[in-house]
């Protein structure tokens, strides 16, 4: 069971993921988690992908799609994994395909986690954050006992820099324009299915479990 989760910043693929991970035994597998790994027991393809993020450049694809491959032949990887946060690019996507083709492989499902800017917009502007102890509410869904104050420590809560309105916006525009064409591009192969992430997570989880038949 071979997954790829898609859905904007906020939309909430990463905790989808994170289930589907735990009830199928599959690995949620991040390319942040793999570079960190490889750079860490430096490996060959982490010390090239360190190079170019010591420099302030971003991996090529075809380093990031090889970090990507190499993960898959570790054990845990032997019933399937859900990527999440890749592949961004059609690019990365055509790349992976091309890697998966010559060992006799390819994506089965791509979960899109559907849902419209101005909930994510309204989602994320929400939130506060202690940044002592970091602990994380929402001024509709959890908000603190006394307004601007944490429960666990009484820190002043703030608003992070990537959960303000305009940088919300500015990483959304960037997914519209480079990482939602990967809907298209996988529809294309049939393997993609929407769901509903306006929706109690609980509820997106079961529309996630009947799509994966199981």
Same mark, same amino acid.
């Given at each position: %069971?071979?997954?790829?989760?898609?859905?904007?910043?906020?939309?909430?693929?990463?905790?989808?993921?994170?289930?589907?991970?735990?009830?199928?035994?599959?690995?949620?597998? &991040?390319?942040?988690?793999?570079?960190?790994?490889?750079?860490?027991?430096?490996?060959?393809?982490?010390?090239?992908?360190?190079?170019? %993020?010591?420099?302030?450049?971003?991996?090529?694809?075809?380093?990031?799609? !090889?970090?990507?491959?190499?993960?898959?032949?570790? $054990?845990? +990887?032997?019933?399937?994994?859900?990527?999440?946060?890749?592949?961004?690019?059609?690019?990365?996507?055509?790349?992976?395909?091309?890697?998966?083709?010559?060992?006799?492989? &390819?994506? !089965? =499902?791509?979960? $899109?986690?559907?849902? @419209?800017?101005?909930?994510?917009?309204?989602?994320?502007?929400?939130?506060?954050? +202690?940044? &002592?102890?970091? &602990?994380? =509410?929402?001024? !509709?869904?959890?908000? @603190?006992?006394?307004?601007?104050? +944490? !429960?666990? +420590?009484?820190?002043?809560?703030?608003?992070?820099?990537?959960?303000?309105?305009?940088?919300?916006?500015?990483?959304?525009?960037? =997914?519209?324009?480079?990482?939602?064409?990967?809907?298209?591009?996988? $529809?294309?192969?049939?393997?993609?299915?929407?769901?509903?992430?306006?929706?109690?997570?609980?509820?997106?989880?079961? %529309?996630?479990?009947?799509?994966?038949?199981?």
């Amino acid at each position: %069971m071979k997954i790829i989760m898609l859905g904007a910043p906020g939309a909430g693929k990463g905790t989808q993921a994170k289930m589907i991970a735990a009830k199928y035994d599959i690995p949620h597998i &991040s390319t942040g988690d793999i570079f960190r790994a490889n750079i860490k027991n430096g490996t060959e393809l982490g010390k090239k992908a360190k190079e170019y %993020m010591d420099a302030g450049n971003l991996v090529p694809d075809e380093l990031v799609v !090889d970090l990507v491959i190499d993960r898959f032949k570790d $054990d845990d +990887c032997a019933n399937g994994y859900v990527l999440d946060g890749f592949p961004r690019t059609i690019p990365q996507a055509e790349a992976l395909d091309a890697a998966l083709s010559k060992i006799g492989e &390819s994506i !089965d =499902y791509v979960i $899109d986690v559907d849902v @419209p800017d101005a909930n994510i917009i309204k989602r994320m502007g929400g939130r506060r954050t +202690c940044p &002592s102890c970091d &602990s994380i =509410y929402h001024v !509709d869904h959890m908000p @603190p006992k006394v307004e601007g104050k +944490c !429960d666990k +420590c009484g820190g002043d809560l703030i608003i992070r820099e990537d959960d303000k309105e305009e940088t919300v916006k500015n990483r959304l525009a960037v =997914y519209h324009e480079q990482t939602q064409p990967l809907k298209d591009y996988y $529809d294309k192969q049939g393997i993609v299915h929407s769901v509903d992430g306006t929706i109690d997570r609980k509820d997106v989880f079961a %529309m996630i479990e009947k799509i994966l038949g199981e």
